[in-house]
Structures are given as structure tokens and as C-alpha cells.
């Protein structure tokens, strides 16, 4: 052997400077740019211009990625199995999607590029082979991943059979993928998970190890927790194993449950699907402090909240019926007002695309929390832009009183109009003040106990430094308590970009 | 050999439109506007030369480097550390390459049902010698997408590994081994060629 440096690397530099040194752009890229930038800015105007119009064409693109959806668009069955009870709401279409993130980063436009992207990111098999796609409808489609040999040449059997669906009517995501050597029964797609997910089912692999990883959604898919067990060889055995769910996450995650791999070239019998991750609060509470019995306010029912309350609980009653449970660890993030800010964002709102605290800022019965999202493909870490204050009360005298939205600080978009806490009837005008270039806004009424918006107007051109902004809206089947009426504006980054809401008191 | 001083085109606006009727812009335009033009003049050409040798194609890499910088332009006012720009648009190019190859590789499989490598060099090249940089080149486009990116990162643009691993989306450990197989790959391939 040699101890002279390997002069391949010498060779290589020179190489790849003689081969692209010589390549001269087109002179006229940056007028061809800023052509297409105009193009596109034109486009959004006219579409912002274009008033109801756009609405119907927002609601068919906006809604299948979100919880709410107007009242004439289906979003189809709801497919989540969760462990939470009313008034959390059911998971959206976004949570649909394991791959690619719908709120970040790349989307496909075709079918075959979101599952090699899939089995990249997720798989970690760089071009596998794979079948001819299947077109189940226009808008659902199956890949079948195959085989390979130890050298590489693929095989006729299948591996794994990949779902794809278009689910914006645009673009293409992988939503699950499975594989008959490897089943999972738990959980189901969509299923909550909070503090241990417990991964059951039936499979077999090479020398019967199969291994259960939850992985974040978000490009490049880390994993979040790993689990190897046991199963069957030649023919498939029950597993059971459970994961530890990070506490800092939450939205959706994908659970990876595959067979270990017998060489480097083969490609994954694997069983995917999306859970949705609710950690507890941090603290969780005690087990061993005596549960409550109460049901009703521990100093009367006359707890004042001094505030609308607009989310999780409609009334101190529910809060306080919350409570009797928590000591037996239900629904433990209504503890943790990080999580409840995240959660009345992305499930009652439905800002599935902010998914990350940028501030915290809590008190003993007060909470102002940051949520926003970091820069959609940035390529290094970038400070997380902030979309909203979300402003949180404890509903309840005690540090163990669940956490209550009842407002937002607002800056960027400002809704004064109504008043917070004017009684105000169907249809009112709402308003408020706008900082920014080409905004579009978005306003809905929504209430705790309906899954779908009592009124909506969209999407109203403004823009400028501190410039007005006005609509009407009217609703109908408003019965709660409290009414949240939410003001929106994007489209630049991503769909939702800022927010801002009101209270007003309801009927019931 | 053109480099960066041959795009010295004129100073555009970054939006000549200007604004929307009645929506007054947002201060700081102009100096937006010149940080632009230098980002475009400062990484145009590096990045178009990239983006080739990812993808082998001067006009896509065009194609593609120019999706990017709008990209950039429309996402400016997001953009609240400029530093990080150059690495934003390093890591959109390889997005766009990488889309670009898997589109073309699923095409080439569903249409052509290709199951061989790709064709090997014909028999006058062979005779009448290629030149070096020519061999390193060929062997360069037989490796997979990730070990490229990982090669013409590192022996390209010089870029540290926490450079890369910024602009390829994957840990420092994944750029290691990306770049340590790309290398070894290499190194088997020239070793069988008559240098």
C-alpha cells in the first residue's frame, strides 16, 4: 500500500472545472426572471380581483388540505380514529398525506415523482424499481415498489404497494403504503398519538425483526423514535412495540413499520401510514394526586373568565368536566398552552401550515404563545416567522385549569371590527388594518361545536402600511356561547401567512 | 472561459410592475431590489454550472437555476437574513435538478422499459481516446443523483460539509457517506479506464 494521497480527488476537481467552466448563460436570465415574476404577481392580483369567483376556486384548492372547508365542499369521510373526544376536532385532509408535507417544501405533479421522493425520504431506497402505476381514479393511483437481488436487479415479486392522491386537485402525495408481509392493526391511519404509541400487527422478516420508526413528516424526515422486535420468518407472527412520542412535536408524523433489511440493495416490505402526534403536557399530572370528583366550579359555578371562550371549551362547565378526568391523564395537553395555541391553530382553524411556537410568553393564568413556520425551503435553519399571538386564560381558578383561547395579539393583520365582545348580529362588517403588498384576506366565523364554518368571505384585495382593510359577513347556526371570527392572508410563501381573530358573544 | 463579470446586465427592478393599484410598497424596495441583482450576478453562472453537472443539460440547468431566483423574488420579503440566500438558492437548484432527474427516470422506465445501463461509448471514442476530464465526466453521470450533488458540491464549488449538507436537506453524516461512495465509485470506474 501506498501513502501517497489518492490523486482522485485532484482528477475529479479538475475535471468537473473543465467540463462546466466553459458554459456561459443565456445574458438575458435576469430580465427573463423578473418577466416571470411580474407574471406570476399579475396572476395573484387578478385572482384576488376576481372576488366570489375566487372564492369557489380557493374553497376547491384551499379545503381538501384543510380541517374547515366551506359548506359545499366535501371533504370526504373523515378517516381519523382518535383518541380525543368532543370538542377536538377530526383531522383534516392534510393529515391525509405522509408524503411529501403539503404545508412545505416540494410537491410533485406527478404520481411517480411523490413516491420516489417517498421511498428516498422515507424508505431510504434511492431509485427503486418499481410496476407500472395503477390509476385507481383520476385521482388516486397505486405503485407497486419490487424487489430486488443483492446486486441490484430487480425482481418480478413486489415489496410494497405505495398509495398515491391528489389531494389539492394539483398535486400528488404518497398517503399510506403496505405490504402483506408486514400488517399493522394499531394504530389506524390518523390516529392520535400522545405520550407512548403502541404499534401492533403481524409480520415477518428477515431473521424475524421487524422495526417500527415514526419519522417527521418535514423533509428530510428524521426519526423521531425507533423500535426493532420480533416477528415471524417464514411465515408471518404477531408484534407489539411501543414508541416513545417526543414531547416537543405535534400535527402529523408518519409510522414506518418495515422488515429489517437482509442486504443493502433491497428494497423494504413496509406498512406506512400518518398519526397524529398530541404530546402531554411537561409536566404531566401526578399520578398519584387524588382525583378530583368535582364536576362543577370548585369555588361555585361562578367563575368569571373575564374573556370570549373560544376554544377547546365552550363553557367553565366543560373545563371543569375536563378537569375531573385529567388525573387519569385525558387529554393532558390542555395543560400545556404551547400545544393548545398549536392545536386551536392548526385543527380549529385549520392553519395546517403553522406548525411551529415562535414565542412563548406564560403565566400563571396567562399565556401568550408565537405560532408560525419556518421559511418554506429555506436550505439552512431560518428563524420561524411568526403568524400570530395567540392570547390563552386558564378557564378555572387553579394552575390545574385547562388553558382557553380567547384572542390574538395582532400586528401585521389587525381585526378591530367588531369590537372583542360586541354583540353583533348576521351579517356585520369586519375589518381592521393590513400591513403588506398584494394580501388577499379570508375571514370566517366559526363556533367550538361546528366542524365547518357558520360564514365565510373571501377574499377581499388589500395591502399597504397599516392600510384599512373591510368585508361583510353573515352566518348562520350560531349556538355557542362564543363566536370566533378569524381574519387570514397569504398566498406569497404559503397559504396562510397571518392571522388574526375576535370574540364575540354567541346565543347559546 | 466566461465568468461572472459576463453578466453585467442592466439594473431591473425587481418588480417593474410596481404594486397593486392603491397598495403602497413597502419600504426598502430599492435596496431589495440591488441585493438581488448582486445575488444574481454573484451566483448565476456558478449555479447554472451546478446544476449541469447534476443534470448534464445547459439549457434545463438554465431551466432550472432561473425557477429558483424566482422563487427567491418571490419569497423576498420572507427572507429575513439575506446571508442565507446564496444557500437557499444552492438547495432550490438541487430540489429542481433532483425533481428534473426523477421525472426523467420515470419516464425513461415507463416509456422506453429501459432495464440495461445506459449505452455504452461507442467504438470511435473509445479508439480515438477521450480526453480526460471527458472519462472523470462519464463516470460522474453513472453515479446516483445524491453521490453527484455530494461530488460536484464539494470538488465544484468547494463548499464545506455543513455547506452541503444544507443545500442537499440531509445530516453531515448522509453528506460523508454520500460523498465517500460517489468517490470510491469514481475511483473503480477510472481505475478500469486506461488513463
Known amino acids: 500500500m501506498s501513502d501517497r494521497p489518492d490523486p482522485v480527488e485532484d482528477r475529479v476537481r479538475t475535471a468537473l472545472h473543465a467540463e462546466v467552466d466553459a458554459v456561459t448563460p443565456d445574458g438575458g436570465s435576469l430580465p427573463a426572471i423578473h418577466r416571470r415574476v411580474r407574471t406570476v404577481r399579475r396572476r395573484r392580483r387578478a385572482l384576488a380581483l376576481a372576488g366570489t369567483a375566487v ?111 391528489r389531494l389539492d386537485g394539483e398535486h400528488w402525495f404518497v398517503t399510506a403504503a403496505r405490504s402483506d408481509d408486514v400488517r399493522v392493526d394499531a394504530p389506524t391511519p390518523g390516529a392520535t398519538a400522545s405520550s407512548v404509541l403502541r404499534v401492533v400487527g403481524e409480520g415477518r422478516g428477515f431473521e424475524a425483526t421487524i422495526v417500527a420508526a415514526l419519522h417527521a413528516r418535514t423533509a428530510p424526515a428524521p426519526v423521531l423514535a425507533e423500535q426493532a422486535t420480533t416477528a415471524g420468518t417464514a411465515a408471518p407472527a404477531p408484534f407489539s412495540v411501543d414508541l416513545a412520542v417526543p414531547a416537543d412535536r405535534a400535527g402529523v408524523a408518519v409510522l414506518v413499520v418495515r422488515d429489517a433489511p437482509g442486504a ?98 406564560v403565566r400563571a393564568d396567562e399565556a401568550w404563545i408565537g405560532v408560525g413556520s419556518t421559511i418554506d425551503g429555506a436550505a439552512t435553519p431560518a428563524p420561524p416567522v411568526t403568524a400570530a399571538v395567540v392570547h390563552l386564560v386558564r378557564f378555572g381558578p387553579g394552575p390545574d385549569s385547562p388553558w382557553e383561547v380567547v384572542g390574538t395579539r395582532d400586528t401585521v393583520l389587525t381585526l378591530d371590527t367588531p369590537a372583542y365582545g360586541a354583540a353583533v348580529g348576521s351579517p356585520t362588517t369586519v375589518g381592521g388594518t393590513i400591513t403588506g403588498v398584494d394580501e388577499s384576506v379570508h375571514v370566517r366565523v366559526l363556533q367550538v361545536s361546528s366542524p365547518t364554518p357558520l ?29 370566533t371570527i378569524v381574519a387570514s392572508t397569504g398566498g406569497h410563501v404559503q397559504q396562510v401567512e397571518s392571522f388574526a381573530i375576535t370574540g364575540i358573544p354567541g346565543p347559546g | 472561459m466566461a465568468g461572472a463579470a459576463a453578466h453585467g446586465s442592466p439594473p431591473v427592478p425587481l418588480d417593474a410592475a410596481g404594486p397593486a393599484p392603491g397598495v403602497a410598497a413597502r ?33 434545463l440547468a438554465e431551466q432550472i437555476t432561473q425557477d429558483a431566483f424566482v422563487r427567491l423574488h418571490l419569497r423576498w420579503r420572507r427572507v429575513r437574513d439575506l446571508d442565507r440566500a446564496p444557500a437557499y438558492l444552492r438547495s432550490a437548484v438541487l430540489n429542481g435538478a433532483r425533481s428534473q432527474l426523477r421525472r426523467r427516470s420515470v419516464r425513461d422506465r415507463l416509456d422506453a422499459r429501459r432495464t440495461v445501463a445506459p449505452a455504452p461509448e461507442s467504438p470511435e471514442a473509445a479508439t480515438l481516446g477521450r480526453a480526460e476530464h471527458e472519462r472523470v465526466v462519464a463516470a460522474l453521470r453513472a453515479l446516483s443523483s445524491r453521490q453527484r450533488e455530494a461530488v460536484a458540491l464539494r470538488f465544484y464549488l468547494d463548499l464545506s460539509e455543513d455547506e452541503m449538507a444544507a443545500a442537499m436537506g440531509v445530516s453531515n453524516g448522509s453528506v460523508k457517506t454520500h460523498l465517500h461512495r460517489g468517490l470510491a465509485a469514481l475511483a473503480d470506474s477510472l481505475r478500469e479506464e486506461p488513463s
Open chain 1, 455 to 483: 360564514g365565510e368571505s373571501c377574499c377581499t384585495p388589500a395591502g399597504g402600511e397599516g392600510t384599512p382593510w373591510s368585508t361583510t359577513v353573515s352566518w348562520t347556526g350560531a349556538t355557542d356561547p362564543a363566536l
Open chain 1, 264 to 361: 443493502e440493495a433491497s428494497v423494504p416490505h413496509a406498512t406506512v401510514l400518518p398519526v397524529l402526534l398530541a404530546p402531554p403536557a411537561s409536566p404531566a399530572p401526578g399520578p398519584a394526586t387524588p382525583s378530583p370528583t368535582v364536576t362543577t366550579g370548585r369555588d361555585g359555578a361562578d367563575f368569571a373568565l373575564g374573556a370570549e371562550p373560544l376554544w377547546p371549551f365552550r363553557t367553565f362547565e366543560d373545563a371543569e368536566a375536563w378537569r375531573a378526568t385529567a388525573a387519569e391523564g385525558h387529554q393532558p395537553w390542555h395543560l400545556d398552552a404551547a400545544t393548545t395555541a398549536q392545536m386551536f391553530t392548526r385543527s380549529f382553524l385549520g392553519f395546517t401550515e403553522i406548525d411551529e411556537v415562535t414565542s412563548q410568553d
Open chain 1, 55 to 165: 372564492a369557489a376556486v380557493a374553497a376547491a384548492l384551499l379545503v381538501p388540505l384543510g380541517r374547515d372547508g366551506g359548506s359545499d365542499v366535501s371533504t370526504g369521510p373523515d378517516r381519523a380514529t382518535t383518541t380525543m373526544s368532543a370538542p377536538a376536532p377530526t383531522a383534516g385532509a392534510a393529515d391525509a398525506a405522509v408524503w411529501p408535507d403539503p404545508t412545505a417544501g416540494e410537491l410533485f405533479d406527478a404520481p411517480e415523482d411523490a413516491v420516489a421522493s417517498f421511498a428516498a425520504a422515507l424508505l431510504g431506497v434511492d431509485d427503486p424499481p418499481v410496476a407500472a402505476t395503477r390509476r385507481l381514479d383520476p385521482d388516486r393511483v397505486e405503485v407497486d415498489l419490487l424487489d430486488r437481488t443483492e446486486s441490484g436487479v430487480p425482481r418480478a415479486t413486489v415489496a410494497s404497494t405505495v398509495s398515491v392522491g
Open chain 2, 27 to 59: 419600504g426598502g424596495d430599492s435596496e431589495r431590489d440591488l441585493r438581488l441583482e448582486a445575488l444574481h450576478r454573484d451566483q448565476y453562472v456558478a449555479l447554472v454550472r451546478l446544476a449541469t453537472l447534476v443534470v448534464g443539460d445547459v439549457g
